[in-house]
């Protein structure tokens, strides 16, 4: 197919979904690929607690829009797209730029969620997936190991699967230098009556196992009401001193303003997309990753936001739009999650539950830094 006759594909957003969709696009002869992205780097977001607790650097979790997109000869817009003109298939970027499209793949992720009713919870905390506060946490947190602490506090408000991973990295690494919680206490707090709410029982006796080892304090069925500069009330009106406060509590989808009534959205900010992961009623418009409402096909019940589902819709996506641009019938959805490993901290201590088997130990961290460089050697 001649230059002018090829057909653009326009990504908004570099992050597990639309990098796993570059890469599989990437050697197509009769598409243009552009990445708009407002951030320089793809962020690893599932390694970010080995990040703020010193053990990878900032190479292990980033990877340069710039480079790879120079390498694989697609272009890269740093921008952060503020608005889609869905009917006349343009995107517009902060900066008032224009980038026309024959095929969009909104693939923006998801923001943290720090709920209004929990008093002062934006001026104390901060979203755990920007680099720069990464970068708070992390020095906040070596400064803390280096000042010879003396019943210092690490609050770690969620424990699901992010809250806990970083729970449990903190803890070992507060161990493996020689301290213990009398040093430096790390306390997860979860609102329900267990940590890692609604997963796999085997899944949650492992962790507690896990933070008892680790000497993690967990407080169950309590929220925070209110947060201060330096300690957290809880719903018992219980008052709890930190150090360092992590909320991790969830997160919602990070959409573009929609000034478009015909696109659906959920109230998580997820766009609905149909069964090839269009966004309707506009044919030539996709969306996948964390931004997506989508059907797990085994259970019918919603897809959890995962850098896993991420992936498998990003691989869809890519034959749909090849066989889209062919004339050819589109596949529908066959993604069913394949299962969960979690990091309980340190290097030899995981667990998960993969296509139903459980796995622990070295097993399970072995899995997963497979799954972790099969996704980096595309940028090496
Ligand atoms: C602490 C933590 C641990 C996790 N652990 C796991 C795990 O073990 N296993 C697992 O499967 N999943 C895990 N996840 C979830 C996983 O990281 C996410 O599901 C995945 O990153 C989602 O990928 P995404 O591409 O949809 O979004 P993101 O990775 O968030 O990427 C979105 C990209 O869009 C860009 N962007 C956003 N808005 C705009 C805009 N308007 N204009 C231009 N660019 C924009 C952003 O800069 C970003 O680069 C974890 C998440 C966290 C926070």
Redesign the pocket.
């Known amino acids: 197919m001649e230059a002018n006759l090829k057909k653009r594909v326009v990504i908004?957003?570099?992050?597990?979904?639309?990098v796993s969709l570059l890469h599989k696009l990437k050697n197509e002869r009769n598409i243009e690929l552009i990445l708009?992205?407002?951030?320089q780097s793809?962020?690893l977001?599932?390694h970010?607690?080995k990040y703020i607790s010193g053990h990878y650097s900032l190479d292990d979790i980033t990877f340069n829009h710039e480079k790879y997109c120079k390498e694989n000869s697609i272009e890269f817009i740093c921008e952060?797209?503020s608005s889609i003109n869905y009917k006349d298939n343009y995107v517009i970027s902060r900066e008032n730029l224009l980038y026309h499209y024959d095929y969009l793949v909104i693939?923006?992720?998801?923001v943290s969620v720090f709920p209004s009713q929990i008093k002062n919870v934006i001026e104390y905390t901060k979203d755990?997936?920007r680099i720069d506060n990464l970068d708070y946490y992390r020095s906040k947190f070596q400064k803390l190991l280096d000042s010879s602490p003396h019943n210092s506090s690490i609050l770690v408000v969620g424990g699901g699967?992010?809250g806990l991973?970083?729970a449990c990295e903190m803890a070992y690494t507060i161990k493996a230098k020689g301290l213990t919680k009398d040093n430096i206490q790390v306390t997860l707090v979860e609102g329900m009556d267990t940590i890692l709410p609604g997963m796999d029982p085997f899944l949650i006796e492992k962790s507690i196992q896990r933070c008892e080892e680790l000497d993690i304090k967990i407080i169950n069925n309590l929220f925070a009401s209110k947060i201060l500069e330096d300690s957290i009330i809880l719903s018992n009106k219980e008052e709890v001193p930190y150090d360092i406060l992590l909320f991790v509590i969830g997160a919602i989808g990070?959409n573009?303003a929609n000034h478009d009534k015909k696109v659906e959205e959920n109230p998580r900010n997820q766009l609905i997309v149909d069964d090839y992961y269009k966004v309707n009623p506009y044919d030539n418009v996709f969306a996948i990753?964390?931004?997506v409402q989508a059907i797990d096909t085994n259970t019918n019940d919603f897809q959890a936001?995962?850098?896993?589902a991420?992936r498998m819709q990003a691989e869809l996506t890519a034959k749909n739009i090849i066989r889209d641009i062919n004339g050819d019938t589109l596949i529908i959805n066959n993604i069913s999650n394949k299962g969960i490993?979690i990091d309980l901290g340190g290097p030899n201590c995981a667990i998960g539950r993969l296509l139903n088997i459980n796995l622990s130990g070295r097993i399970a961290l072995w899995v997963k830094k497979l799954i972790y460089s099969l996704h980096t050697k595309k940028f090496n």
Do not use: M
Request: net charge negative; proline share 2%.
């Open positions: 908004i957003g570099g992050g597990y979904a639309g708009i992205d407002k951030s793809h962020l977001q599932t970010l607690h952060e797209v693939a923006t992720g998801s755990i997936k699967v992010s991973q970083i990070n573009i990753g964390d931004i936001p995962t850098a896993q991420s490993l």
